[in-house]
């Protein structure tokens, strides 16, 4: 099997530039200062099947974030949870709709209710259901579910208050939106070949994980490589990764990544 994935957006819910600032990072002319919101497309290659692209998060950038990428096909969108800067483009599905079809949909039942309410046309019963997304929804929990011959681990992380999932899937996991990884979720993490952290800013966030908090926790779980993501202008990219220790790096909107597999299996 071959796993890839391709980072669509690794800032912060206002992305960077953010609107109305002209600190040093939000006129950086360096391409990795420049972050849409918070996702990643895993394309995935089961033996002798084709190629699944699956997205974890419909951001408010989604339809610039499909176009930027080429994206031909969805086969399946994962939500980590519901704060706006992951659901909010997900009328954008509907140009895949009009040549697949249906697209499931996979989400905790909190998360899907929220998306069920701001999204109530979608999913209402009514007569006149053509030009609005068509979602096959699946609920989940903690246990592992199936994505086209993919198995995603659900890794609950603390968002605050709230407990939403980051995702393992083979020897790559997704932990977005967190300012706190259980002991009991370290333990799903072993044998990573790529790991994602949020890691917002330097200050701290009552939400959100730092930049050293981030570090600590990648030496927590100890994967081969390492990419933080959903940053703010608080963060360049350059200067920042000289900071970073061996094996840690800063992700940036367009970054493609070969996840060797046999990482997991060692
Ligand atoms: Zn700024
Ligand atoms: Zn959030
Ligand atoms: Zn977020």
Do not use: W
């Not at 391409?31 to 002798?48: M, W």
């Not at 969108?77 to 249906?102: E, K, W």
């Not at 799903?188 to 070949?193: A, F, I, M, N, T």
Request: net charge negative; proline share 6%; aromatic share 8%.
């Amino acid at each position: 099997m071959s796993l890839s994935i391709r980072v669509l957006g690794s800032g912060t819910s206002s992305g960077v530039p953010t609107i109305g600032c002209s600190c040093d990072v939000c006129r950086s002319t360096d391409p990795r200062d420049t972050r849409l919101r918070p996702s990643i497309l895993i394309r995935h290659t089961a033996p002798g099947s084709a190629t699944r692209n699956i997205l974890i998060d419909t951001t408010p950038d989604f339809r610039a974030q499909m176009l930027a990428a080429r994206i031909p096909r969805l086969d399946a969108i994962i939500y980590t949870h519901s704060h706006a800067d992951h659901i909010l483009g997900l009328d954008d599905v509907r140009p895949f709709n009009y040549r697949q079809g249906t697209i499931p949909l996979y989400a905790a039942p909190a998360t899907f209710e929220t998306i069920r309410r701001v999204f109530s046309y979608a999913f209402d019963d009514r007569e006149f259901k053509t030009h609005v997304p068509q979602l096959d929804v699946n609920l989940i929990g903690d246990d592992p579910f199936d994505v086209f011959g993919l198995t995603f681990q659900p890794i609950p992380v603390m968002h605050g208050r709230e407990r939403i999932y980051g995702f393992r899937f083979g020897a790559a996991a997704y932990l977005t939106d967190h300012n706190a990884v259980p002991e009991s979720s370290i333990a799903k993490l072993s044998g990573l070949d790529v790991l994602f952290l949020d890691a917002l800013r330097h200050k701290e966030h009552p939400t959100h994980s730092t930049v050293a908090t981030s570090v600590a926790s990648a030496e927590r779980i100890q994967a081969r490589r390492t990419f933080f993501t959903h940053m703010s202008h608080d963060v360049p990219h350059a200067a920042t990764e000289e900071t970073l220790p061996h094996g840690v790096a800063l992700a940036y909107d367009g970054l493609e990544i070969e996840v060797n597999e046999a990482t997991a299996a060692a």
